[in-house]
């Protein structure tokens, strides 16, 4: 098997050397391609921060493994590592945080031990990074929840817990104040709990999971979040075992898979061979797993647990009274430890099943047609209109142009009701939501776009959202107050 390696920026050559000689002496049967990518290509004047080469390799391999890549500093300049991950849509980014001896934790001190499963929506949310200003005052961010994007990542996360035999699978949100975009995460997650019976699914709101998860961590076992979620979470988590530096990551895809350390190329202390290849090297052995490569993975993952065990460290972490290893040594003394076994959490080994990837090329975008088909009906609009004038004046102006379809129901300012009733206590900015809803008579896409068209004759009219209905479902929030 081939698979392409991108060494990366800063720290990233020294440790993904460390990690692929430790592969080597294991006699991991994988071959290497190296491809061009990170800030040194993006230098070169590749704006994506990779050759054309090195994206038709990735393409044709099916599985790369990176070191931390620098952003380029700018506006306007997207993170490469972001780019990779959205442009092959590996659409789960599945993160494993174990407590590991000899990385000391309020946690490994108090004798509990930790071993969680973060899996995190890795294409949508905020992370579209679909934003405008709609005056200057006022940015919007858009953040898209699709059903086929929760479906295909939420499939995934059962099917991974099952296979893994997870004692629970847990789905953290905010629905109970994002109804729709969370409410719809939580919807397909309780859709495809009921296809494994078996697995202990349930919910929790990600604010009481973060208290939940620094009081009583043993208590979780795989946790499925929304993209930004899912980014601040499992930060949390690497905290509890120890840091990024013992945090590895996996993005998943249907067709093309990335493994990377989750901490950056550490570009203080870059060219000195001192960083600690851990995180690398367990997104190695995640890769490994993937691959079906069992019997490797579990030798070079009980060696690093021996030698974590011997209290042998690099300089970030472990006891600053004893002598820290270089980059090099540290790899040197987890080869030197092959065979050996850990005196706790020892991964046992089993024959390799190499997997067959699936190196087709996509002909067509399968999410694309819904399966669901409720009926759809337009109840009316959203205008987000800009004043500097008080609620009372904005609803004056707005009354004058509903017509014969529409009538003026409410205004909000930043999700509050100001009018027709509300509080002078409401501060508001200067982007009003005019509701406007139908009367009893069917309304168009075309009719919204003439309200639009009069009421512009007031305001600027910086945006609209159609009021729409599916079946007997409200797909539109109601302000809060309204
Ligand atoms: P960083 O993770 O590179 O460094 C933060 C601190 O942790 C530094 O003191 C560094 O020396 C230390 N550190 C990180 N990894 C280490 C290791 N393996 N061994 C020992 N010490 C280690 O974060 P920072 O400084 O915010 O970002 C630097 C660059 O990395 C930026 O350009 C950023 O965009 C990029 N980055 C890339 C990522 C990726 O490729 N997935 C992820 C995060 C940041």
Known sequence: MKIAVAKGDGIGPE???AVLHIFNAAKVPLTYEFVDMGKWVFDKGFSTG???????????????????????KGKGVKSINVTARKVWNTYANKRVFQTLHGVDTVFSKAGIPIRLTILRE???DTYGGIEHMLTQDVAVSRRMITRPGCMQFLRYCF??????????ITCAHKANIMKLTDGLFLECFNEIAREYPHLKADDVIVDDLAMKLVTKPQDFDVICLTNLQGDILSDL???LVGGLG?????????????????????PDIAGKNIANPTSLLLSGLMMLRHLGLWEQAATIENALLHTLEQGIHTGDFGDRSTVSLNTTEFAAAIIANFGKLPATSAVLSQPNHPVELQLVKPTENHMLVSPTHAHETINGVDLFVESAEQPGAVA??????????????SLSNRGTQVWPTGSVFTNCANVYTARFEKKDVPVTVQSVLDLCARVSADFKVCSYELLLQYGDTRGYSLAQGQ
């Open 15 to 17: 440790i993904m050397d």
């Open 50 to 72: 990779m050759t054309p080469d090195a994206q038709q390799a990735i393409e044709r391999l099916g599985v790369l493994f990176k070191g931390p890549m620098e952003t380029p």
């Open 122 to 124: 890795n294409i949508e």
């Open 159 to 168: 099917n991974m817990a099952d296979k893994q035999g997870a004692r629970r």
């Open 237 to 239: 988590c690497a905290g």
């Open 246 to 266: 013992f945090a590895p990551s996996a993005n998943i895809g249907e067709f093309i898979s990335i493994f990377e350390a989750v901490h950056g190329t550490a």
């Open 396 to 409: 004056e102006k707005c009354l004058r142009h509903p017509g014969a379809h529409f009538t003026l129901t």
